[in-house]
């Protein structure tokens, strides 16, 4: 089992520019998160999804779309990337059973938008 | 909003010595979680707790949920510089409609030989 993986690990982009981040598990869990890490701030929920088709906003969703059209992937988007955006990106997956299980998460994407 | 407030932001000892850090919530946890990251990687579970008043040790590791289920702590002992990272815990609150845990920012943890 590869468990969380994603893509790309690391990207630059110039400002304006689009991308999306894929998260993928392999793991069958139901739900996926994503968050950024910043430097003293730990890890700030984006975006989650209690499963296929559903997603919800965390603490800081704005400038960020997400999509999860199958169990297994959840996508992050930045529709116009911005300097604030440059940060390290993680995806993490749990079971589903409660908000309480234990998270998996992925080796991270790191972002810089210049 | 519901906080999980996480202290030092940072300490650095020397091996050997002790490490403690603290973890405190405004409002009642169902449990609380305990994740390690070390440089450059991606956080790690390494347990959970539930039960008031609940103390389990991983080896040199001691973690603590306290009687009103409002703060924990992690204890290492003796440090050593595989303990370096840093080390975040998760609360889950009772009054949490949501359904993500609430992280801490984390304490980083320096040994130096």
């Known amino acids: 089992n590869a468990g969380v993986t994603q893509t790309p690990k690391f990207r630059v982009l110039k400002t304006g520019q689009s991308m999306t981040l894929l998260c993928a598990q392999d793991?069958?869990?139901?739900?996926m998160y994503w968050y950024r890490q910043d430097p003293g701030m730990g890890l700030r929920l984006i975006h989650y999804?209690?499963?296929?088709?559903?997603?919800a906003k965390g603490e800081v969703p704005d400038g960020y779309n997400v999509s999860r059209l199958k169990k297994q992937n959840f996508l992050l988007g930045l529709e116009s990337a911005a300097p604030s955006q440059t940060s390290v990106y993680f995806c993490?997956?749990?079971?589903?059973?409660?908000?309480?299980?234990?998270?998996?998460f992925g080796p991270g994407t790191r972002l810089t938008v210049l | 909003g519901q906080q999980v407030m996480q202290i030092p932001q940072y300490q650095h000892v020397q091996e050997g010595e002790d490490f403690t850090t603290y973890c405190n919530s405004s409002?009642?946890?169902?449990?609380i979680q305990w994740y390690k990251q070390r440089p450059g990687g991606h956080p790690v579970f390494l347990i959970q707790?539930?039960?008031?008043?609940e103390v389990k040790k991983q080896k040199r590791l001691t973690f603590q949920f306290g009687e009103a289920k409002k703060n924990s702590s992690l204890h290492i002992t003796a440090t050593q510089t595989t303990d370096v990272g840093t080390y975040f815990c998760a609360g889950d609150p009772l009054s949490n409609s949501g359904y993500a845990l609430n992280f801490g920012k984390g304490t980083s943890l320096l040994v130096t030989p």
């Open positions: 793991m069958n869990h139901e739900y």
């Open positions: 707790l539930v039960k008031s008043g």
């Open positions: 409002t009642t946890l169902s449990n």
């Open positions: 993490a997956s749990s079971w589903g059973l409660s908000r309480a299980d234990t998270q998996y």
């Open positions: 999804s209690v499963g296929e088709g559903t997603t």
